[in-house]
């Protein structure tokens, strides 16, 4: 799980398992975007800072969880949208905020824990969350994208 969750953070490290090889993930391909391009929204769906905003806080949960809170019972998903349009230091200040909330994840995932199949199910789809958000946001600015696989079958 950590190698998956950190190689879409910040690329592959060796073996590439969901990214092309070379691409340096979502917190390097964010520092590609200038304020403007996260506060742009595509074909009326939701900003990238808006997806941004949207991961932090889901990570935040899932960190809170992890330290023996209960936050999803009381969790406003839809505030976590709110945040659509950014100026230069917000822009910087969410890039920061969603990088610290990624790493605290990160170093919960590599605490082995005993887990019922119902919290089993949420830390994978964190994963799986993370990955999705990450495809919306390459859609949504190329600037935000990875290299191309390279076509094996010329020789």
Do not use: C
């Not at 993370?130 to 020789?155: E, K, N, S």
């Amino acid at each position: 799980m950590t190698t998956l969750f950190g190689e879409l953070l910040d690329g592959p490290a060796s073996d590439a398992y969901m990214l092309n090889r070379g691409d340096v993930g979502l917190l390097r391909s964010l520092d590609k975007l200038s304020a403007e391009q996260a506060s742009a929204a595509a074909h009326g769906g939701a900003s990238i800072a808006a997806h941004v905003a949207h991961l932090s806080y889901g990570l935040s949960l899932l960190t809170r969880w992890s330290a023996g809170e209960n936050p999803f019972d009381s969790a406003d998903w839809s505030a976590s949208w709110r945040k659509t349009v950014v100026s230069d230091a917000e822009w910087q200040a969410l890039r920061a905020e969603f990088n610290r909330e990624a790493r605290q994840w990160l170093s919960v995932l590599q605490i082995p824990r005993d887990v019922t199949p119902v919290e089993l199910n949420g830390v994978l789809g964190s994963i799986a969350h993370l990955a999705y958000h990450f495809g919306a946001i390459r859609q949504i600015d190329r600037a935000a994208r990875g290299p191309a696989q390279p076509d094996r079958t010329r020789a």
